[in-house]
């Protein structure tokens, strides 16, 4: 199926077959990708992140929390929680990244026990607005895109580089025993962050936004990429050269620790060729589970998040 050509055709809450879907291929990115993104690590892990705690007053489940602030690249302040046993020391650590609907610590319905839960907010979101970043996904998602090597989603990359080094800091014994888990906007930024992150053991990554970009701003969408193509239509060069830098698919061929998936047939806000082409970069390890839908209500909706529960708590139970 040529999705390029049949782009007009598509629905929003078109269901794909997921034959085709398995065959997406975004390609290699452009010449320099590897180097490029190395480069920027390494003048991420400078920077002391300085992390800092303080007892936000109240208990959720299982844990305590607690309020976080580190520094970011930029010399940016970024906020969030972190959730701790309430009894006994964390023996693993989990990164978890939001989309851009915003994120709450007390959001998080995962049961893993002895474990530290760090909520970092991205750059210009939740607890981490700061002028001129817009909190707004529209305009967001568009800052700084005229400038490759100061757009805005560099800065979250590296937000979450950041929020390991102070997870660490705050906890050196969870060296070798830290996971992520990003969904949506917090899946397309943790799969660019995970391509080049050796300390983070294992991932889940859920709805993952910035795949196959070139495709993504030609599939209808009521999402944040929506916004992208309207300014790709009047500056189609300019966009193409800052998103071959960004592109979820190209970044997820680098990524060698177990990576599990969850991809959606059908979404309205994130193209599902977009997600698959993520999933189907992947060169490690892999598991993939297929939702009906995202972004929206379904029938199997309750259903298949209790059993993406549990296949995640099985997945995380070695680290």
């Not at 030609?218 to 944040?224: H, M, R, V």
């Amino acid at each position: 199926m040529d999705f390029v050509r049949s782009a007009k055709k598509i629905r929003p809450s078109h269901r794909f077959c997921i034959d085709d879907m398995l065959k997406i291929c975004a390609g290699n990115g452009p010449e320099g990708f590897e180097k490029k993104w190395k480069s920027w690590r390494e003048q991420a892990l400078v920077v002391e992140p300085r992390p800092s705690l303080l007892d936000a007053g109240y208990d959720h489940g299982e844990w305590r929390v607690f309020d976080v602030s580190y520094t970011s690249t930029d010399k940016l302040k970024i906020g969030g929680w972190v959730l701790l046993p309430k009894s006994g020391r964390a023996e693993r650590g989990f990164i978890i990244g939001h989309g851009y609907g915003g994120r709450s610590a007390r959001g998080f319905h995962y049961k893993f026990e002895n474990a530290a839960l760090f909520f970092p907010c991205a750059r210009g979101l939740g607890r981490s607005k700061t002028s001129p970043i817009s909190y707004e996904p529209r305009w967001h998602v568009r800052h700084d895109i005229d400038k490759p090597e100061e757009y805005v989603l560099r800065g979250c990359v590296e937000d979450v580089w950041l929020a390991v080094s102070s997870m660490l800091r705050l906890a050196p014994q969870l060296e070798g025993r830290i996971g992520y888990i990003g969904e949506s906007f917090g899946g397309g930024v943790g799969a660019m962050a995970l391509a080049w992150e050796e300390r983070i053991a294992r991932a889940h990554i859920s709805l993952p936004s910035f795949g196959y970009q070139m495709l993504r701003l030609q599939l209808k969408t009521l999402g944040s990429a929506s916004s992208v193509q309207n300014l790709f239509k009047k500056e189609p060069d300019l966009v193409k050269r800052t998103l071959q830098w960004y592109d979820a698919a190209y970044a997820a061929r680098y990524i060698k620790v177990p990576v599990h998936m969850a991809c959606a047939l059908a979404d309205p806000v994130v193209t599902p060729p977009g997600q698959f082409a993520i999933f189907n970069a992947l060169a490690g390890e892999r598991q993939l589970f297929t939702l009906s839908a995202g972004h929206m209500d379904y029938p199997e909706q309750k259903q298949q998040k209790r059993d993406l529960k549990q296949e995640l708590e099985v997945f995380f139970s070695d680290l």
